[in-house]
């Protein structure tokens, strides 16, 4: 099945630094990809929505220039939490979908990268 | 505006009895459901899913079941395993649509 990777699994900072994850899907072209957040005993919640080469559509309450997300390529998108707080806190996980696939319906989820803002 | 709903948070069941996990949706243009299956710390793998042509998915203990005039879909693996105790995710989306997942149930299998 579809594979897609999530870097770093794990990662702590400072409060006011900037912490870059990457998302890549690496047996399929990810035409879309999503960036999902939990919260502790709560559902995913889509942060955005990106297709390679164009801006990412932001969920309503979702700062765009706090998390910014690149999709460069077809099989690479990064969000880049900026300025990090505690509140920023959360397990960040991403989905990749093709949609010129035979099921364009599919995500396929990362691992999930745990963000830790000290 | 939470479009797919899980009212149960958490479920237990005995090993060998079936799980019956429940979701409920309120878009019409919802026309494909999964369920992903979420170990903690760890991303959502796919389960299973139904098309909204269909009213049943069987695969091996997992069955979903779609009742579209109730906006209503369940899972049921039988006979349940201490190995399936997760959370549960239902989600929905309508082609190439953002998908849209409920709150999820915690299903807890006890030996």
């Known amino acids: 099945g579809a594979v897609v990777s999530q870097h770093p699994s794990r990662v702590i900072c400072k409060s006011g630094t900037s912490v870059k994850i990457e998302c890549r899907s690496l047996?399929?072209?990810?035409?879309?990809m999503f960036w999902y957040r939990q919260f502790p005993k709560q559902s995913l919640m889509l942060m955005a929505t990106?297709?390679?080469?164009?801006?990412?559509?932001?969920e309503q309450g979702v700062e765009k220039d706090k998390f910014l997300i690149n999709h460069a390529s077809l099989t690479l998108s990064t969000l880049t939490v900026t300025s990090a707080h505690p509140e920023d806190s959360s397990f960040y996980i991403c989905?990749?979908?093709?949609?010129?696939?035979?099921?364009?319906?599919?995500?396929?989820f990362g691992p999930g990268t745990r963000l830790t803002v000290t | 505006d939470q479009q797919v709903k899980q009212n149960s948070p958490s479920l237990s069941v005995q090993e060998g009895r079936i799980s019956i996990l429940n979701c409920d949706y309120t878009?019409?243009?919802?026309?494909?459901f999964l369920w992903y299956k979420k170990y903690p710390a760890e991303g959502p793998t796919f389960l299973i899913s139904?098309?909204?042509?269909?009213d049943k998915n069987e695969d091996g203990r997992f069955t979903v079941f779609l009742n579209k005039s109730a906006k209503h879909l369940s899972l049921h693996i039988v006979p349940s395993q201490p190995g399936d105790s997760a959370v549960y995710f239902c989600?929905?989306?309508?082609?190439?649509?953002?998908?849209?997942f409920g709150a999820g149930t915690r299903l807890t299998v006890k030996p």
């Open positions: 989905s990749a979908r093709d949609d010129w696939g035979a099921s364009s319906y599919e995500q396929y």
């Open positions: 047996d399929f072209q990810a035409t879309t």
């Open positions: 990106s297709n390679e080469g164009s801006k990412a559509t932001y």
């Open positions: 878009n019409s243009m919802f026309d494909y």
């Open positions: 139904i098309s909204s042509i269909k």
């Open positions: 989600a929905a989306s309508a082609l190439n649509n953002d998908m849209r």
